[in-house]
Nanobody, 119 residues
Framework: QVQLVESGGGLVQPGGSLRLSCAAS????????MGWYRQAPGKQRELVAA???????NYADSVKGRFTISRDNSWNTVDLQMNSLKPEDTAVYYC?????????????WGQGTQVTVSS
């Protein structure tokens, strides 16, 4: 069993900052890519940012220059620093990880954390 637990969401004014954190735990042998997705009401879930085990990153065009993803392979954590937040960043943010357990690779998700950008 693998669990991903997110923290750090909340309400922030436009132009503000938030930092999301996600910790993976359980029967983990190795983690490949980790990432953050978001889903706004009435919209499909979309990739926000991803990071490989080697540190290569990928961002959605809408967040480039404002969001920064980072990870700590020793602690199996991934963070998302979000700056210059806009109302359109409002969504539930989900942590995702590609994890190798005792016998196979699997795609795991956190429970989601709400981010609301509003004045």
């Amino acid at each position: 069993q693998v669990q991903l637990v997110e923290s750090g969401g909340g309400l922030v004014q436009p132009g503000g900052s938030l930092r999301l954190s996600c910790a993976a735990s359980g029967s983990i042998f190795s983690i490949n890519a980790m990432g953050w997705y978001r889903q706004a009401p009435g919209k499909q879930r979309e990739l926000v940012a991803a990071i490989s085990s080697g540190g290569s990153t990928n961002y959605a065009d809408s967040v480039k220059g404002r969001f920064t993803i980072s990870r700590d392979n020793s602690w199996n954590t991934v963070d998302l620093q979000m700056n210059s937040l806009k109302p359109e960043d409002t969504a539930v943010y989900y942590c995702n990880a590609d994890v190798y357990t005792s016998s196979r690779w699997g795609d795991y998700w956190g429970q989601g954390t709400q981010v609301t950008v509003s004045s």
